[in-house]
């Protein structure tokens, strides 16, 4: 008798397979697939998912530590970046890259300048804009934490030969224009 654990465990891993979820193809073709082949791609498709669960957990425990909300610690890791590229960072080049309005990043920015995570300073060739950096003790712990998950990450990536990275290139860009795919039939509906 399973216990009730492991018939959860089941229903998850059943969830990406479309002889349970979609028996009669209406959405997924499998025409061509052995059983074997769907296996071995519900495998590839519970790995994603087991990835971003692992994701997600490591993000909220990095958010967590530093008592950020998830955009707080998109801006910062935009602001070690930029000092990384030797770049200055302005509100507007914030706000943009975390497609938020100008007034949100105000609240943002002040939000992490009374968490001493960053410096305002005026703009050193533009009397109009101001200059954000990161603070060193908030440079310092954000490389403790999410930058010692990037670098685990990258040695797995690492791991990989040449052949198997471009794999994983292909099979993630297409993951990546399946969202575009979707905005482009809603478009036309």
């Known amino acids: 008798m399973a216990t009730e654990r492991e018939g959860r465990h089941d229903i998850a891993a059943a969830m990406h397979d479309p002889r349970i979820s979609d028996h009669d193809e209406e959405l997924v073709n499998r025409s061509g697939l052995d059983d074997e082949q769907v296996d071995q791609i519900v495998r590839v498709m519970q790995s994603l998912r087991g990835w971003h669960e692992a994701e997600r957990r490591m993000s909220e425990a990095s958010s967590r530590y530093m008592k950020l909300n998830p955009t707080d610690m998109r801006a910062l890791r935009f602001l070690i970046a930029a000092r990384n590229q030797g770049e200055i960072a302005t509100p507007g080049a914030i706000s943009e890259y975390l497609g938020i309005s100008s007034a949100s990043t105000t609240k943002l920015l002040d939000r992490l300048e009374r968490g001493g995570h960053i410096v305002r300073a005026p703009h050193p060739s533009d009397r109009r804009a101001l200059a954000i950096s990161v603070t060193d003790d908030t440079r310092i ?11 685990r990450r990258f040695d797995a990536a690492a791991a990989l030969t040449p052949d198997e990275r ?3 290139i292909r099979f993630l860009d297409a993951l990546s224009a399946t ?5 482009t039939e809603q478009d036309h509906e």
């Open 166 to 168: 471009e794999v994983v």
């Open 179 to 183: 969202e575009q795919d979707q905005a």
């Open 141 to 151: 712990v954000a490389r403790e934490s999410v930058g010692r998950l990037h670098a």
